[in-house]
């Protein structure tokens, strides 16, 4: 879908941008009906950086198994493609792109850029952060921006129709300010909350009810993660604000065949937390090493059917 001059204008002001109600692309027009119909069920894009070879790989194996594959700005990989280009790479593979942009490394005119060519791009959805500290990746002498952060990253996505979510840390210090902190980016023009793995089932249950309280509606699309190998393992260990399940690494690096286990874990993980109120669906992600990234679209794209991805 064309966006128009008059969009793109509003998402070039400040952090007031006004907010705007109707989702614009077709992609996310389709995300939002598949969320009135049934959870919604993303998983990661496991692909290497800079890589469109590998990306194709990783879609062939994710393609008709799950709603949307979510792509971020790592920290751990920082020079990527920019966002609109992978999410053009990942449309041309027939999957729906949700595209996190990070507020770590460009300046408010390079993410209002960023965000119209999304628009242009008919991403699914866009997810809004404010970047991981500028230690976890492999450039920590580039000079980190941090002109908007997230919250204030939202009103300019929302501002073109992008369907818009935000992260939160439930189990991260200040505990007591993360459901505030939540209503807050929902009063900004966030539609979606994705938040961190927080541990049991009954922990984001906990929060959620939190967020209720504070005067919060976000449907919330819980994270499971995904492990596979020993490798892996240490990968999501590393995340920041990651709290898991206990035991759950254990099991899947003791089993004869942590694939598998990983998978089924996995899955009955998300069948519990899509039982949840206020879940609308899942985000299955987590540590996928180098050389390991088909393999991990594989598990991922089990996991996704399992739990009824690709769905019409």
């Not at 793109?8 to 996310?28: K, L, Y």
């Amino acid at each position: 879908m064309a966006v128009t001059d008059r969009a793109v204008a509003a998402a070039m002001t400040d952090a007031g941008a006004p907010v705007a109600g109707e989702v614009s692309t077709v992609a996310g027009r389709e995300l939002v009906g598949i969320l009135g119909r049934r959870p919604l069920i993303v998983t990661g894009m496991p692909a290497r950086p800079l890589d469109s070879g590998s990306l194709a790989e990783c879609a062939e194996q994710l393609r008709g198994s799950v709603d949307a594959v979510l792509s971020g700005d790592s920290g751990r990989a920082r020079v990527q493609y920019p966002p609109s280009y992978r999410a053009a790479l990942i449309r041309r593979e027939g999957l729906r792109a949700w595209l996190g942009v990070n507020a770590r490394d460009r300046n408010r005119t390079a993410l209002h850029e960023e965000l119209a060519a999304l628009a242009a791009a008919d991403v699914g959805a866009v997810h809004c952060v404010t970047g991981d500290h500028t230690a976890l990746g492999h450039r920590a002498d580039a000079r980190a921006v941090f002109d908007l952060e997230g919250t204030t990253l939202v009103p300019a996505a929302r501002s073109l129709g992008l369907l818009t979510s935000v992260a939160e840390s439930p189990a991260a210090p200040p505990r007591d300010r993360r459901a505030a902190r939540t209503v807050q980016k929902q009063r900004a023009g966030a539609q979606l909350c994705l938040p961190q793995y927080v541990g049991e089932v009954s922990e984001l249950a906990e929060f959620i009810d939190e967020t209720r309280v504070a005067g919060g509606t976000l449907p919330f699309l819980a994270g499971v993660p995904v492990v596979i190998d020993h490798d892996g393992a240490r990968v999501l260990a590393s995340f920041p604000g990651t709290v898991l399940p206990p035991g759950y690494l254990d099991e899947v690096l003791s089993a004869s065949d942590p694939f598998t286990t990983g998978v089924r874990l996995a899955v009955e993980l998300g069948t519990r937390l899509l039982a949840v109120e206020g879940v609308a669906g899942i985000v299955a992600a987590g540590g996928a090493t180098p050389g390991s990234e088909v393999r991990y679209a594989r598990a991922l794209a089990a996991i996704g059917r399992e739990l009824g991805g690709g769905a019409r």
